[in-house]
């Protein structure tokens, strides 16, 4: 077993179990616990999993704490554009609507819609609706709302209420985690009813999540995976359980 196959298979086993010792995987896989604890070190780095003393556990098990937009902008950057790029795909033709939902990679894909195509666009978030304010062949809507600071995205009743109006042909969605069990999650309340009002107002939903957004649970449940039509992610990870979402029915892009 090649060590990208031993590091998978280790991946997929700590997140059926929740927690793994380092000498159940030394055992399982034959090597040593030397081996194993390179190959903890190197999924930990990857966010699939934290290490804890003499073995690991979920990285879902680890409280997500939400950032602010500022940071999130520049975490994982490289790993957003190519997301955002790989998302263009699924824009609609002329006169499409569109969702885009508050968020550091969907403010990318904001920055990448054509010029030259007339799109109906929806957002709630105000640094994509300032992005876009100015495109000539994108008429814009900004939704209403009470604006948070962290995450500098519309949130409340009237936001959720505008939203329940609308019926658009897709909507781009940003998470803070994704699971197979919970499917997708967010910290803060708010802005999990809004999210939730983004994927219903859609007749496709596409995620938009890097590699490290795998595992995660973010406290509140916004969406289940049975609402995903399409996931757009970075380069190859075994945090991305691509098998599992391709039998749930959900087409896994890799940027």
Do not use: W
């Not at 940071?71 to 795909?89: G, L, M, S």
């Not at 000539?136 to 995450?151: E, I, K, N, S």
């Not at 997708?184 to 859609?202: F, Q």
């Amino acid at each position: 077993m090649y060590a990208e196959e031993r590091q998978q298979a280790t991946a997929q086993l700590v997140i059926a179990r929740g927690r793994v010792s380092v000498a159940e995987l030394a055992e399982e896989f034959a090597v040593t616990t030397e081996t194993v604890r390179r190959d903890l070190s190197v999924l930990e780095r990857m966010r699939v999993l934290r290490r804890v003393h003499g073995g690991a556990v979920r990285a879902g098990s680890v409280p997500v704490v939400e950032s602010g937009l500022d940071e999130r902008d520049v975490a994982q950057a490289r790993e957003k554009e190519r997301i955002a790029v790989a998302a263009r795909r699924f824009l609609p033709g002329a006169g499409g609507t569109v969702i885009l939902d508050a968020g550091s990679t969907t403010a990318r894909l904001a920055d990448l819609l054509p010029r030259d195509t007339r799109l109906i666009a929806f957002t709630h978030g105000v640094p994509i609706a300032a992005r876009l304010a100015a495109v000539a062949g994108v008429d814009l809507h900004l939704l209403p709302g009470r604006v948070r600071t962290t995450t500098q995205a519309a949130v409340g009743a009237t936001t959720v209420q505008a939203l329940e109006r609308l019926r658009v042909d897709v909507a781009f969605v940003g998470t803070n985690g994704l699971t197979l069990e919970r499917g997708l999650s967010t910290p803060d309340p708010e802005e999990a009813a809004v999210k939730t009002a983004v994927v219903r107002a859609a007749r496709r939903v596409v995620v938009l999540a890097d590699a490290t957004k795998f595992g995660l649970d973010a406290t509140v449940t916004f969406a289940p995976l049975s609402d995903v039509d399409v996931v757009v992610t970075d380069a190859e990870s075994p945090a991305v359980p691509r098998d599992a979402l391709a039998e749930a029915g959900i087409d896994v892009v890799l940027a």
